[in-house]
Protein backbone atom coordinates (compact mmCIF):
# COMPACT_ATOMS: atom_id res chain seq x y z
CA UNK A 1 0.00 0.00 0.00
CA UNK A 2 1.23 3.51 -0.98
CA UNK A 3 0.40 6.61 0.47
CA UNK A 4 1.02 10.30 -0.42
CA UNK A 5 0.51 12.50 2.40
CA UNK A 6 1.77 16.28 3.43
CA UNK A 7 4.50 16.51 5.67
CA UNK A 8 4.44 15.71 9.60
CA UNK A 9 2.32 17.63 11.15
CA UNK A 10 -0.46 16.13 13.51
CA UNK A 11 -3.43 17.15 11.46
CA UNK A 12 -2.03 15.86 7.82
CA UNK A 13 -3.91 13.81 5.74
CA UNK A 14 -4.09 11.28 3.08
CA UNK A 15 -4.49 12.56 -0.21
CA UNK A 16 -3.65 9.74 -2.54
CA UNK A 17 -4.09 6.21 -1.56
CA UNK A 18 -3.39 2.70 -3.29
CA UNK A 19 -3.38 -0.84 -2.85
CA UNK A 20 -1.31 -3.36 -4.72
CA UNK A 21 -0.98 -6.89 -4.42
CA UNK A 22 2.39 -8.69 -3.98
CA UNK A 23 2.73 -8.96 -8.20
CA UNK A 24 2.67 -4.94 -8.10
CA UNK A 25 -1.05 -5.13 -9.65
CA UNK A 26 -3.33 -1.88 -8.67
CA UNK A 27 -6.17 -3.08 -6.38
CA UNK A 28 -7.04 0.39 -5.52
CA UNK A 29 -5.85 4.16 -6.49
CA UNK A 30 -7.68 6.95 -5.92
CA UNK A 31 -7.04 10.38 -4.92
CA UNK A 32 -8.82 12.18 -1.60
CA UNK A 33 -10.06 15.11 -0.76
CA UNK A 34 -8.75 16.17 3.05
CA UNK A 35 -10.55 18.01 5.94
CA UNK A 36 -7.51 20.68 5.73
CA UNK A 37 -5.56 22.70 3.48
CA UNK A 38 -3.27 21.32 1.89
CA UNK A 39 0.95 22.03 2.55
CA UNK A 40 2.50 24.00 -0.45
CA UNK A 41 4.90 21.13 0.11
CA UNK A 42 2.83 18.57 -1.35
CA UNK A 43 2.68 19.98 -4.91
CA UNK A 44 6.32 20.06 -4.66
CA UNK A 45 6.62 16.70 -3.54
CA UNK A 46 3.27 14.53 -5.16
CA UNK A 47 2.73 16.84 -7.73
CA UNK A 48 -0.83 17.07 -6.16
CA UNK A 49 -2.79 20.67 -5.95
CA UNK A 50 -5.93 21.55 -4.25
CA UNK A 51 -7.30 21.85 -7.48
CA UNK A 52 -6.72 18.21 -8.07
CA UNK A 53 -8.35 16.93 -5.43
CA UNK A 54 -11.62 19.05 -5.82
CA UNK A 55 -13.80 16.63 -7.29
CA UNK A 56 -12.09 13.45 -5.67
CA UNK A 57 -13.95 11.29 -2.56
CA UNK A 58 -13.64 11.97 0.78
CA UNK A 59 -12.25 9.72 3.46
CA UNK A 60 -15.99 7.88 4.03
CA UNK A 61 -16.72 7.23 0.61
CA UNK A 62 -13.53 4.92 0.06
CA UNK A 63 -13.11 3.54 3.61
CA UNK A 64 -15.59 0.68 3.24
CA UNK A 65 -13.95 -0.22 0.30
CA UNK A 66 -10.86 -0.14 1.58
CA UNK A 67 -11.37 -2.06 4.74
CA UNK A 68 -13.41 -4.96 2.40
CA UNK A 69 -10.33 -5.03 0.28
CA UNK A 70 -7.45 -5.15 3.67
CA UNK A 71 -9.80 -7.42 5.31
CA UNK A 72 -8.10 -10.65 6.61
CA UNK A 73 -4.89 -9.46 4.50
CA UNK A 74 -1.53 -8.99 5.89
CA UNK A 75 -0.70 -5.42 4.69
CA UNK A 76 3.23 -4.32 3.29
CA UNK A 77 3.81 -1.04 3.93
CA UNK A 78 6.96 0.55 3.42
CA UNK A 79 7.12 3.05 6.71
CA UNK A 80 4.23 1.82 7.92
CA UNK A 81 4.23 2.96 11.19
CA UNK A 82 3.59 6.67 9.60
CA UNK A 83 1.40 5.82 6.77
CA UNK A 84 -0.43 4.11 9.51
CA UNK A 85 -0.50 6.88 11.38
CA UNK A 86 -1.39 8.97 8.63
CA UNK A 87 -4.44 7.14 7.52
CA UNK A 88 -5.30 7.07 11.42
CA UNK A 89 -4.97 10.61 11.22
CA UNK A 90 -7.73 11.21 7.97
CA UNK A 91 -10.13 9.00 9.27
CA UNK A 92 -10.00 10.21 12.94
CA UNK A 93 -10.71 13.40 10.99
CA UNK A 94 -14.19 11.77 9.81
CA UNK A 95 -15.18 10.61 13.19
CA UNK A 96 -13.43 7.07 11.85
CA UNK A 97 -11.38 5.39 14.28
CA UNK A 98 -11.16 2.46 11.63
CA UNK A 99 -12.29 -0.83 14.25
CA UNK A 100 -11.18 -3.07 10.90
CA UNK A 101 -7.38 -1.65 10.73
CA UNK A 102 -5.19 -4.56 12.21
CA UNK A 103 -1.98 -2.95 13.07
CA UNK A 104 -1.02 -6.41 13.79
CA UNK A 105 -1.07 -7.27 10.29
CA UNK A 106 1.33 -4.86 9.03
CA UNK A 107 4.89 -5.57 7.41
CA UNK A 108 7.17 -2.70 7.58
CA UNK A 109 9.28 -3.14 4.27
CA UNK A 110 11.25 0.01 4.98
CA UNK A 111 12.39 -2.28 8.21
CA UNK A 112 12.76 -4.99 5.69
CA UNK A 113 14.91 -3.13 3.61
CA UNK A 114 17.17 -2.07 6.36
CA UNK A 115 18.10 -5.27 7.48
CA UNK A 116 18.97 -6.46 4.15
CA UNK A 117 20.60 -3.41 2.84
CA UNK A 118 21.70 -1.76 5.79
CA UNK A 119 20.36 2.06 7.23
CA UNK A 120 21.75 4.59 4.91
CA UNK A 121 20.05 7.89 6.22
CA UNK A 122 20.52 9.93 10.66
CA UNK A 123 17.17 7.96 11.54
CA UNK A 124 18.64 4.45 11.12
CA UNK A 125 16.30 3.52 8.33
CA UNK A 126 16.74 3.27 4.50
CA UNK A 127 14.40 5.26 1.62
CA UNK A 128 12.10 3.54 -0.80
CA UNK A 129 14.70 4.91 -3.46
CA UNK A 130 17.64 3.93 -1.97
CA UNK A 131 16.39 0.26 -0.98
CA UNK A 132 14.97 -0.17 -4.54
CA UNK A 133 18.23 1.21 -6.15
CA UNK A 134 20.03 -1.64 -3.67
CA UNK A 135 17.61 -4.28 -4.44
CA UNK A 136 17.69 -3.56 -8.37
CA UNK A 137 14.35 -2.51 -8.78
CA UNK A 138 13.24 -0.75 -11.55
CA UNK A 139 10.58 2.40 -11.14
CA UNK A 140 7.51 2.15 -12.99
CA UNK A 141 6.14 5.36 -12.59
CA UNK A 142 6.42 8.59 -10.77
CA UNK A 143 8.33 8.32 -7.19
CA UNK A 144 5.57 9.77 -4.53
CA UNK A 145 2.74 8.96 -6.85
CA UNK A 146 1.02 6.75 -4.26
CA UNK A 147 0.61 3.90 -7.15
CA UNK A 148 4.08 3.86 -8.01
CA UNK A 149 5.23 3.42 -4.38
CA UNK A 150 2.79 0.67 -3.56
CA UNK A 151 4.08 -1.17 -6.71
CA UNK A 152 8.02 -0.29 -6.05
CA UNK A 153 7.22 -1.89 -2.26
CA UNK A 154 5.67 -4.82 -4.16
CA UNK A 155 8.32 -5.13 -6.09
CA UNK A 156 11.05 -4.52 -3.29
CA UNK A 157 9.64 -7.10 -1.06
CA UNK A 158 9.63 -9.82 -3.80
CA UNK A 159 13.10 -9.23 -4.39
CA UNK A 160 14.08 -9.13 -0.79
CA UNK A 161 12.24 -12.78 -0.42
CA UNK A 162 14.22 -13.96 -3.59
CA UNK A 163 17.76 -12.99 -1.62
CA UNK A 164 16.93 -14.51 1.06
CA UNK A 165 15.87 -17.63 -0.75
CA UNK A 166 18.77 -17.81 -2.60
CA UNK A 167 20.89 -17.46 1.01
CA UNK A 168 18.96 -20.17 2.81
CA UNK A 169 19.55 -22.91 -0.76
CA UNK A 170 23.25 -21.07 -0.20
CA UNK A 171 23.05 -22.06 3.08
CA UNK A 172 21.65 -25.48 2.72
CA UNK A 173 24.57 -26.61 0.38
CA UNK A 174 27.51 -25.55 2.23
CA UNK A 175 25.64 -27.89 5.01
CA UNK A 176 25.19 -30.27 3.41
CA UNK A 177 28.96 -30.55 2.18
CA UNK A 178 30.08 -30.00 5.57
CA UNK A 179 31.47 -26.65 5.32
CA UNK A 180 29.95 -25.21 7.47
CA UNK A 181 28.60 -26.68 11.08
Not at 125 to 147: C, E, N, P
Request: proline share 3%.
Amino acid sequence: MGCAHYILRERDQVIELAVTDIWGDVLLNTRLWPTVKISPNAMDVHGISEADLTNEPMWPQIAPALAQLLSGRHVVIFNSSFDSRLLRQTAGAFGDYMPWWEEKNLLCAMTLASDAFGSTNRHGTISLADATYQAGVVWKGRAHSAATDAIATADLVTEIAKVQRNLVVQLQELQSKGNLE
